[in-house]
């Protein structure tokens, strides 16, 4: 199984494009599963997702609405994103953000043939997948020296060593640089690169192509994290 986590303000009209692709080009829904988390008062995401779990009410969907209080000391990643990954069933977890939309037919089929295949080669089961996300045009200096994708795709073994998709040290931003620094310098073959293979499309404003600054950060922004700072930390964790 495939597990598709979101975590999402605001944007009704990207959402639906973004989550309706899901469907439109999976090649089995059985074999997926939606989880999605949201502030508790959105009002304007909210009422769509209730329509959209309806709408798909054949299809594993579910919706978490997350209350921290005070409001200003969420977590992305800690409150958000990995209690999702923690709670997810699937073989890998796909973190697709509600401003990429899927354009690929039977990425579902792809995602996890390959990962059979490599569990198959090379006998373990921890492992990113690389996909075309689109922001080659916005890709930070600091991720450039390895292979990158800002969506994060991870095998469930791996979700589980790092206590879910990102660590929690990073509150927000710099979470996909700190994950594919990761992975692209394991000391096993830990990267699958489907980046030729399934094609997102991405709808960000860091693209130029939404006006809006438009995520969980929206209305209070987090105050963003230096990855290579908790690299170093953890490195050196496991050198002690």
């Known amino acids: 199984m495939l597990s598709i986590i979101t975590v999402a303000k605001g944007r009704k009209d990207i959402s639906q494009r973004s989550f309706e692709s899901i469907w439109a080009n999976c090649h089995d829904k059985d074999n997926i599963e939606h989880l999605i988390a949201t502030d508790h008062d959105d009002e304007e995401l909210n009422p769509f997702i209730k329509e959209y779990m309806e709408t798909y009410s054949e299809c594993r969907i579910s919706h978490q609405k997350i209350q921290i209080e005070p409001y200003e000391y969420r977590n992305i990643h800690k409150d958000y994103w990995n209690p ?6 699937g073989e890998i977890i796909f973190g697709l953000t509600n401003d990429a939309i899927i354009t690929t037919k039977h990425f579902d089929k792809i995602m996890l043939e390959a990962a059979e295949d490599h569990k198959i080669k090379h006998r373990h089961s921890y492992f990113q997948i690389l996909i075309d996300d689109d922001d080659e045009s916005v890709l930070p200096e600091s991720a450039k020296p390895f292979d990158f994708c800002g969506l994060l795709v991870l095998s469930q073994a791996a ?17 996909d640089q700190y994950v594919n620094h990761v992975f692209a310098h394991s000391l096993i073959p830990s990267q699958i690169d489907l980046r030729e293979e399934i094609k997102t499309e991405s709808i960000s404003h860091y693209t130029g192509k939404q006006e809006r600054a438009d995520d969980v950060t929206l209305s209070k922004p987090l105050k963003a994290t230096d990855w290579r700072a908790v690299a170093e930390r953890k490195y050196d964790l496991a050198l002690d």
């Not at 979700?159 to 979470?175: K, Y």
């Open 159 to 175: 979700t589980r060593v790092l206590d879910g998709i990102a660590p929690s040290e990073i509150i927000f931003s710099s979470a």
């Open 84 to 89: 999702l990954a923690r709670e997810s069933v």
